[in-house]
């Protein structure tokens, strides 16, 4: 089922990401536009979305493929990071990923067991080896206001492999307030 599904995505233009089955029978299908170095960002449209769902219903009808609901999406702001495609294509971008097994990062400061990640996306010098930075910010105490002085924490840094990942992910960051930072305003003054 798997390969039909990519066969009929691909040949419509698609690059697919995931593939999802669960109970009830949900048939969950993410794609995306396929990147290229160099050129805008495109992004899924709704249309997109419904041009893949009308001919896979067709494809999957043919082929007798057993679903209930099929549900066609775009990866949304928590994108997957799969291929090394994906990791070039979001070179700089803040990631969230969890290792297969702990490993040592950031020179001995960062625990032992610790598999989860969040920080920027950078390449480094070796083939297939990516990097992440990050600083750990004290957590503030609720109730508590967060200090004002800002300590300059020191950057961290862990570099893996694709195959030493369990999960890669864009970091969903959203800025509900609609407004950009003071001092990008106060610049324009």
């Given at each position: 089922m798997q390969?039909?599904?990519e066969q009929t995505v691909s040949g419509l233009g698609?690059?697919?990401?995931e593939v999802e089955r669960s109970a009830g029978g949900l048939l969950r299908v993410t794609i995306d536009l396929p990147w290229q170095s160099g050129q805008p960002e495109l992004f899924v449209q709704v249309e997109d979305c419904e041009k893949v769902t009308r001919q896979l219903q067709f494809?999957?009808?043919?082929?007798?493929?057993?679903?209930s609901r099929l549900e066609v999406s775009s990866p949304g702001i928590d994108r997957p990071l799969r291929s090394e495609n994906d990791f070039l294509r979001f070179v700089g971008e803040l990631i969230d990923l969890t290792?297969?097994?702990?490993?040592?990062?950031?020179?001995?400061?960062?625990?032992?067991?610790?598999?989860k990640f969040r920080g920027?996306?950078?390449t480094t010098d070796?083939?297939?080896t990516w990097q992440i930075t990050w600083r750990d910010e004290p957590t503030s105490k609720p109730g508590m206001r967060p200090a004002r002085v800002k300590k300059d924490l020191p950057v961290q840094a862990l570099q893996f492999t694709l195959s030493e990942l369990r999960e890669?992910?864009?970091?969903?960051?959203?800025?509900f307030k609609?407004?950009?930072?003071?001092?990008?305003?106060?610049?324009e003054s």
């Open positions: 390969d039909i599904i698609y690059q697919l990401v494809v999957l009808e043919v082929e007798g493929t057993a679903y290792l297969k097994a702990p490993m040592a990062a950031a020179g001995g400061l960062v625990a032992a067991n610790r598999k920027v996306l950078e070796s083939p297939q890669a992910r864009l970091a969903p960051i959203v800025n609609g407004r950009r930072p003071a001092e990008s305003r106060s610049n």
